[in-house]
């Protein structure tokens, strides 16, 4: 299945229920793995805003607004939200891993030559 976004991914919300409005523009951190939602019907992800400012979240049919962690789990759906970057912690893991991996694959062909 190919989504929008990534875990670990910055996202930018484009698109709300009509009642969480607010929350359109607001950066978001994602954390997955990515599940499906029954109610909005639509993959989501966890997430969690960059600034430390209430939210809205429809809880059971009514908004509430709080300051959300991951913890609370709190999902969006991958197509209302747009992938601005990667998360820095993430990112630098991946490039640690790189360099192992392009060591591996030289001292593979250098023992082909030989």
């Known amino acids: 299945m190919k989504t929008r976004c990534k875990d ?13 409005a607010q929350n359109i523009g607001r950066l978001v951190r994602l954390s997955g793995p990515l599940c499906f939602n029954r109610e909005y019907r639509k993959h989501c992800w966890l997430v969690q805003p960059l600034a430390p400012t209430p939210y809205a979240v429809d809880y059971k049919g009514e908004v509430r607004r709080f300051v959300v962690l991951f913890r609370h789990l709190v999902e969006h759906p991958d197509d209302w939200m747009i992938p601005v970057g990667r998360h820095p912690e993430r990112a630098d893991q991946s490039r640690r891993r ?17």
């Open 8 to 20: 670990g991914d910055i996202a930018l919300v484009v698109h709300d229920i009509p009642e969480c």
């Open 98 to 114: 790189a360099p192992r991996r392009r060591d591996r694959k030289v001292a593979v062909s250098s023992e082909v030559e030989a």
